[in-house]
């Protein structure tokens, strides 16, 4: 599988569980969530390559996404106190990490067409909370192709807002614990296992000491760029 391709899929993973809104009132979430990540329409070769774990942490304003792939794993710490993502991918002990601030993110997502969300009364319980269905119709800007994710999410977790402003998805009021998409003959989901209340550390919202920062460009060009691994 190509980097850009590795690449593509994990900014697609890493994007559907930060699609966090309003919640209902009350005690905010403190904690973690387990989620695991299965395929469908994939050679077993590419399926090795392919993550099967994803951990999202929540404290106050601050979540952190952790995307583990054995050999790599894409951290993004959204900072809402701060207003800023923080990104670093750990790849065999290497760190390599870039900021973006609410000011870059609105800029880049001016020109971006937004995607329809359709709500639905459907619901089932996932990992002990109920959950309501929603679609997320999006257009492939090249292809024009239609993508349809189904997403099941949840508002009794009272999950700061803050914790995901630079979300492109305002529609969905609350939490994904369970995401069905679909990218070319490959299906994938990604379901809540396990939910965890519990202090988490101020320390691990942090860029590690040891992370090589850049610039976006510089960290696309370095991991996207297009060879084969």
Request: charged letters at 25%; aromatic letters at 6%.
């Amino acid at each position: 599988m190509k980097k850009t391709s590795i690449l593509i899929l994990l900014v697609a993973i890493l994007s559907i569980p930060n699609l966090v809104n309003a919640q209902k009132k009350g005690k905010e979430f403190s904690g973690t969530i387990e989620f695991a990540l299965t395929y469908q329409g994939i050679d077993p070769a590419q399926e090795a390559q392919m993550p099967k774990a994803l951990t999202m942490m929540f404290s106050g304003n601050k979540s952190k996404t952790i995307l583990d792939a054995g050999m790599y794993a894409m951290h993004t710490i959204t900072d809402g106190d701060n207003d800023m993502v923080l990104i670093y991918l750990d790849f065999m002990g290497q760190k390599m990490a870039y900021k973006q601030t609410k000011t870059q993110i609105d800029s880049n997502r001016i020109n971006a067409v937004e995607p329809t969300i359709k709500l639905y009364d459907e619901t089932k319980v996932i990992a002990g909370m109920t959950c309501k269905k929603a679609e997320i119709i999006s257009k492939d800007e090249e292809t024009l192709e239609e993508n349809v994710t189904t997403v099941w999410y949840t508002d009794e977790l009272g999950i700061s807002e803050k914790t995901n402003f630079a979300s492109q998805t305002k529609g969905i009021k609350g939490l994904p614990l369970e995401t069905i998409s679909k990218s070319g003959e490959m299906t994938q989901t990604m379901t809540a296992t396990v939910i965890k209340k519990g202090k988490v550390k101020a320390t691990d919202f942090l860029l590690p000491a040891d992370a090589k920062e850049m610039t976006l460009d510089e960290f696309k060009t370095m991991f996207g760029g297009g060879g084969d691994e």
